[in-house]
């Protein structure tokens, strides 16, 4: 027997609540101003290299990376916001000027140990917005995560810290390199290797004896220049006026290697230990590197189904939906097909080709979850009728058939 493979998994039974994530995210993002784009799952492993960083775990364990039949070294995509900016360079947008913003959502790949919340083939849902430097974007950003986490009931704290700019990020790198050398000996091997290749990664490690010495580390939060430090205080203004509470928390560098400035994590503990949820920040150079004009940009990208382990947690029914549509007797299929196929013009209908007894219906509407049962029998044939009956409400009547469209009531 073939099998999925190993941390790849199939959804099938919450596919409702995975649709329903997607539509949440994208509503939110509509009212914000934002347009879909789709990228391709498989990219050049350059513009993974380049954009999330060597120093990255992604790039250095992670990447599901290969050489196709032209030689060309491929890889299928381990983020989202490397192949947005792509797609923004490469269709001139970075020259064209103005403000964009994007929306997108899909399968991404890490070749990582599968757990709990935790897959190699895992799906995120993401904004992108370029060419805008107002911190009052950077808000707005968080706003859109804060609205999505709200409308689909999930508890979280929001922890926001600010990395600096080219001016001031250096500076703090020397500090925090001269101080991780002196604890160099009692460090993780990662870390160790950090040192090297990008030390404020240090600052993350989830190794409980390496935070012990960490304690007194420098932090970027008492090191930023004037410019950054009155940005990341504006932003905290911004966000306590429109009701948003949040930490301060310096130590938050998140895991890619192109965020400067603002950066900021959603964690929750709805499903043991905390853990983010959706994070993002701003990386105004990030078009730069990758061959484009100097462009602002911000963003975030959110798990799919780390947040649907916790929804399913909360008991989440899946609304009712559409018309179940049938016959109790076989003399009466055609007619209901028929009339069914005039209705999916407006309405989803799942249309019984079986002539049953009403229970046996009834039971058929329930497991499927319509909304709306409708049935023909002797009956309301001869009377031009039809049996309706809202399973939500339970109201149930007869009603003449060139009425039924206004009579519907389908979500």
Partial sequence: MIQALRGMKDIIDDGYLYKHIIKTCENVALNFGYTFIETPKLEETSLFRRSVGESSDIVGKEMYEFLDKSGTSVCLRPEGTAGVVRAFIEHKFDRAGGVRRYFYHGSMFRYERPQKGRLREFHQFGIECFG???????????????????RLGVKSTLKINSLGDSECMPKYRQKLVNFLNDIKSGLCDDCVRRIETNPIRVLDCKNEHCQNLLKTAPLITENLNDVCEAEFKKLGEILKSNGINFEVDPKLVRGLDYYCKTAFEFVSDEIGSQSAVLGGGRYDKLVEY?????????????GVERLMEIIKTKEFKNPRDGIYLCALDDKFIDEIYSLGLKLRKNFKVEISYEAKNP????KSADNLNAEI???IGEEEHKNGEIWYKNLTTSSDKKIKIKELKEVLDVK
């Fill in 132 to 150: 805008e430097e107002s911190v009052y974007e950077d808000a707005s950003v968080i706003l859109i995560g804060a609205e999505i986490l709200r």
């Fill in 290 to 302: 990758l061959g484009g004009k100097p462009t602002y940009g911000v963003g975030f990208a959110l």
């Fill in 373 to 375: 049962f409708l049935c």
């Fill in 359 to 362: 229970a046996k219906h009834l």
